[in-house]
């Protein structure tokens, strides 16, 4: 079945570090991928999404490449801030040939980030 | 104005009760969706209805069951709860996933979530 692997946590940066949060996933077909996060207390919010081969989703200095040949979507901030704390998730979606879902998510078990000051 | 509400934020019920969370959303979606997040934070869905029509159902025990009065809302039930049960449950929509729009699109907006807590 459909699975995503993220890599374990928490990871804990200083302000302005560089990010990398690796996320390597398994799946038939050519699944959607998305980056979610969850700001304490919250629901989640979908930070970035691509559809489709080297295709670079990108939003609020975070950014990931849908890498086909290695199945990864590694989630990259250049400079982190204190307020960039929170839990990641990756997250695929199968398409099928049709190119149509049932709007399945699967997750990854998350990523807790804390940056401090 | 919000997208998409539940409630309660949280329950803390017995062991044995029976309980209700209910989400509603104004978004003008037609696919709702429950989801249950482990104390490990590990999010699994558990239904999906569009139109008041299941499209998803996961391996949930059937003590849980989604009521779907209309395309705005998505209830879940719950019969004799169980400790294993605590967890937080968020409600999600989106637009219906099997169109061509929806699944290049297959955005789905969060609730709030629900604490769960059975004791």
């Known amino acids: ?117 | 104005d919000t997208a998409v509400s539940q409630t309660p934020k949280y329950l803390v019920t017995q062991m044995g009760n029976d309980k209700s969370i209910k989400c509603e959303q104004n978004l003008g979606h037609d696919t709702m969706y429950w989801y249950k997040q482990d104390s490990k934070k590990f999010l699994k869905i558990m239904f999906s209805y569009n139109n008041k029509e299941l499209i998803i159902n996961e391996t949930v025990p059937n003590r849980f069951s989604p009521k779907s009065p209309d395309k705005a809302h998505l209830n879940l039930h719950i019969n004799s709860l169980e400790l294993g049960d605590s967890a937080v449950y968020f409600c999600a929509s989106s637009q219906d996933p099997r169109t061509r729009w929806g699944s290049s699109y297959n955005e789905q907006f969060f609730g709030p979530g629900t604490r769960l807590t059975v004791l």
């Open chain 1, 1 to 117: 079945g459909d699975s995503v692997t993220q890599m374990e946590g928490p990871v804990t940066l200083s302000e302005e570090a560089f990010l990398t949060i690796n996320c390597t996933y398994t799946a038939t077909g050519y699944p959607s991928l998305f980056w979610y996060v969850q700001y304490p207390g919250e629901g989640l919010q979908l930070l970035l999404k691509a559809t489709k081969a080297d295709d670079k989703g990108s939003n609020k200095g975070f950014e990931a490449t849908y890498r086909k040949e290695t199945t990864s979507f590694h989630l990259e901030k250049g400079s982190v801030q204190v307020s960039d704390s929170a839990v990641y998730f990756c997250a695929l979606s199968p398409i099928n040939a049709g190119g149509t879902s049932y709007g399945k998510l699967t997750f990854g078990q998350g990523t807790i980030l804390t940056v401090h000051p």
